[in-house]
């Protein structure tokens, strides 16, 4: 078995020297950092050793209203982003395949992909100066059909929905990469006898390319699940103002201020284990279940 591995790695070595940065960077960090997890069951000291703590902060966390409310906004955001802006990717590869003109179609990728490289800094400026009110382009055009200009970033009606509109902005396009190569695999040959059988294109997309991508779907799906937790960080930090904190104030954003800000190192790591348990249970869970009910998983 060891020679075994040792031959691939000598016949693919080019392949693993590709992939060495990568494995580098996921070491450094995501796992070596695992160490300092244990933190969540000690008392830090900052003179002498660490003093065994148990589950005293995570009893300490459950206990606390403040975090049961963090830990309902993360749930209520990443709802709302997973189940509402999953499916526009997907659609919008769809739509792009519809497109005959090669020239337009990558004209409209390179538009709709170039959201994703800017930062939340930037989105988070540009959508602040556009809902601004009432001197806010939105509420311009509000104001222009007699309609009464809304504060956005203040409203706690509103700001959730905010972080989806610029979720979407920002990510649909990137996320429809995957779909997009994976409909271009698809042989022209399936193609070409649905259409000497008569079927239309609509026919053809339920029929030949959907089926195709569910694989993909899939797979993206339970990783999309095993981030649930995370909310956007950087967006919610950036967009974050103290009228909207109670609505929007998620698990990260409570690590970063109890942890960081306050200096209470166990309690922040505690809150962020917990929500990687989490993370990695629905991960887990989601692809057992796939793997019941369409064969295909992740692994």
């Given at each position: 078995?060891?020679?075994?591995?040792?031959?691939?790695?000598?016949?693919?070595?080019?392949?693993?020297?590709?992939?060495?940065?990568?494995?580098?960077?996921?070491?450094?960090?995501?796992?070596?950092?695992?160490?300092?997890?244990?933190?969540?069951?000690?008392?830090?000291?900052?003179?002498?050793?660490?003093?065994w703590a148990g589950?005293?902060?995570?009893?300490?966390?459950?206990?606390?209203?403040?975090?049961?409310?963090?830990?309902?906004?993360?749930?209520?955001?990443?709802?709302?982003?997973?189940?509402?802006?999953?499916?526009?990717?997907?659609?919008?590869a769809f739509m792009?395949?519809?497109?005959?003109?090669?020239?337009?179609?990558?004209?409209?990728?390179?538009?709709?992909?170039?959201?994703?490289?800017?930062?939340?800094?930037?989105?988070?400026?540009?959508?602040?100066?556009?809902?601004?009110?009432?001197?806010?382009?939105?509420?311009?055009?509000?104001?222009?059909?007699?309609?009464?200009?809304?504060?956005?970033?203040?409203?706690?009606?509103?700001?959730?929905?905010?972080?989806?509109?610029?979720?979407?902005?920002?990510?649909?396009?990137?996320?429809?990469?995957?779909?997009?190569?994976?409909?271009?695999?698809?042989?022209?040959?399936?193609?070409?006898?649905?259409?000497?059988?008569?079927?239309?294109?609509?026919?053809?997309?339920?029929?030949?390319?959907?089926?195709?991508?569910?694989?993909?779907?899939?797979?993206?799906?339970?990783?999309?699940?095993?981030?649930?937790?995370?909310?956007?960080?950087?967006?919610?930090?950036?967009?974050?103002?103290?009228?909207?904190?109670?609505?929007?104030?998620?698990?990260?954003?409570?690590?970063?201020?109890?942890?960081?800000?306050?200096?209470?190192?166990?309690?922040?790591?505690?809150?962020?284990?917990?929500?990687?348990?989490?993370?990695?249970?629905?991960?887990?869970?989601?692809?057992?279940?796939?793997?019941?009910?369409?064969?295909?998983?992740?692994?």
């Amino acid at each position: 078995m060891k020679g075994n591995i040792q031959k691939r790695i000598i016949k693919d070595k080019q392949m693993y020297l590709l992939l060495f940065p990568v494995i580098l960077f996921f070491a450094i960090w995501h796992y070596i950092p695992m160490w300092g997890a244990r933190i969540a069951f000690q008392d830090v000291m900052y003179i002498g050793a660490n003093k065994w703590a148990g589950l005293k902060h995570f009893q300490l966390l459950f206990s606390s209203p403040v975090f049961l409310k963090v830990f309902m906004n993360t749930i209520i955001i990443s709802s709302m982003k997973m189940f509402l802006i999953f499916p526009l990717p997907i659609i919008l590869a769809f739509m792009l395949n519809e497109v005959t003109s090669i020239g337009f179609r990558k004209s409209v990728q390179s538009v709709i992909y170039l959201p994703h490289f800017l930062s939340w800094v930037v989105i988070a400026g540009l959508f602040i100066s556009l809902l601004a009110s009432p001197e806010g382009a939105v509420n311009k055009v509000r104001i222009f059909f007699h309609l009464k200009p809304i504060a956005y970033m203040t409203s706690t009606t509103h700001i959730r929905w905010v972080f989806v509109f610029s979720e979407i902005w920002r990510s649909i396009g990137w996320d429809s990469i995957l779909y997009i190569a994976a409909i271009n695999s698809i042989a022209p040959a399936l193609y070409e006898a649905a259409t000497i059988d008569g079927a239309t294109p609509f026919q053809q997309a339920m029929n030949i390319t959907f089926p195709a991508i569910i694989p993909t779907i899939v797979t993206v799906f339970i990783l999309n699940l095993g981030f649930f937790m995370n909310a956007g960080f950087d967006q919610v930090f950036n967009m974050m103002n103290d009228a909207v904190i109670n609505h929007v104030d998620i698990i990260d954003t409570y690590v970063y201020r109890v942890g960081l800000m306050q200096g209470n190192y166990s309690l922040g790591t505690a809150a962020g284990l917990f929500k990687g348990i989490i993370g990695l249970i629905l991960i887990l869970s989601t692809d057992r279940l796939s793997r019941k009910l369409t064969g295909e998983g992740v692994w």
